[in-house]
């Protein structure tokens, strides 16, 4: 299961360098699930590194961070919005892109469905507290709040935690404006701000704008998405190929998810 990273300075013992960062709770979560967890920070030459790392990937997680450039969706840079990422930006733009090729499962968590709504053409609140007045999703800290989201029925969100009211951990200040192509709309806060959004069809692309990484106690979304990625490896297993059959790692060996 390959998870998203930024590049961030670290301090080890003698050393000052940059490395790939992301919190423990992440790949917490998905060995939890019953997954491997493969690290994926941005890359020189996106599109081309993309490729290559999204053939030995069963699923993507695109995880939470920074704000997501508002240049990519064609609006004025807010006061509040965090400086570019453009490395992390195009990194996951490009992953986003090979994983739809390919078919394979996608999870975006905060920022991830927000890069997710932009890949496909939709734009963001910038600020939250001025479009809907309210710093209930982010109250700082690092103390995340708790929101309620209500989960529409009859979605595949709703298949993994239930439809219906929803207690979730939030840590944002931007969220969905409008809504990117071929994007459903799951489930909301009572505000009508979007918290959810998955794709229709075969392709399982779920995105929520809360951390659900933060609840140890439930795992359920991270269970669906490494249910989602072993029917991918079985597939890609049972195809044909005119290629010759490479080395068998050992998550195939032992049938776990990349």
């Known amino acids: 299961m390959g998870l998203t990273t930024y590049l961030e300075r670290a301090k080890q013992g003698v050393w000052d360098v940059r490395a790939s960062f992301l919190p423990q709770q992440y790949f917490?979560?998905?060995t939890a699930s019953g997954a491997s967890a493969v690290l994926l920070p941005p890359q020189p030459r996106p599109e081309q590194a993309a490729?290559?790392?999204?053939?030995?990937?069963?699923?993507?997680?695109?995880?939470?961070?920074?704000d997501v450039q508002p240049e990519l969706y064609?609006?004025?840079?807010?006061p509040?919005?965090?400086?570019?990422?453009?490395?992390?930006?195009a990194w996951e733009i490009a992953l986003l892109a090979g994983a739809r090729e390919r078919g394979i499962p996608v999870f975006g968590i905060c920022r991830g469905l927000q890069l997710i709504n932009v890949a496909r053409g939709?734009?963001?609140h910038q600020h939250l507290p001025e479009a809907?007045?309210?710093e209930r999703y982010r109250i700082g800290g690092g103390v995340f709040a708790e929101n309620t989201v209500e989960v529409d029925a009859g979605t595949r969100l709703a298949g993994l935690v239930g439809a219906g009211p929803l207690t979730v951990h939030s840590y944002h200040h931007q969220g969905v404006d409008r809504v990117g192509d071929g994007l459903r709309v799951t489930a909301r806060t009572d505000d009508g701000?979007?918290?959810?959004?998955?794709?229709?069809g075969d392709d399982y692309l779920v995105a929520v704008q809360w951390h659900p990484e933060e609840n140890?106690?439930?795992?359920?979304?991270?269970?669906?998405l490494v249910a989602a990625a072993a029917v991918y490896r079985a597939s890609r297993a049972a195809a044909p190929s005119s290629e010759p059959a490479g080395p068998v790692t050992t998550s195939e060996r032992q049938g776990v998810p990349a």
Do not use: C, K, N
Not at 216 to 224: M, T
């Open 28 to 30: 917490d979560a998905v």
């Open 122 to 124: 939709g734009t963001l």
């Open 74 to 78: 064609g609006a004025e840079r807010h």
């Open 51 to 66: 490729a290559a790392v999204l053939d030995g990937l069963d699923g993507l997680i695109l995880t939470g961070g920074l």
């Open 132 to 134: 809907l007045g309210t």
């Open 80 to 89: 509040l919005t965090d400086p570019a990422r453009a490395d992390r930006d």
């Open 216 to 224: 140890a106690e439930d795992r359920r979304l991270f269970l669906g």
């Open 193 to 200: 701000l979007v918290q959810a959004v998955e794709t229709e």
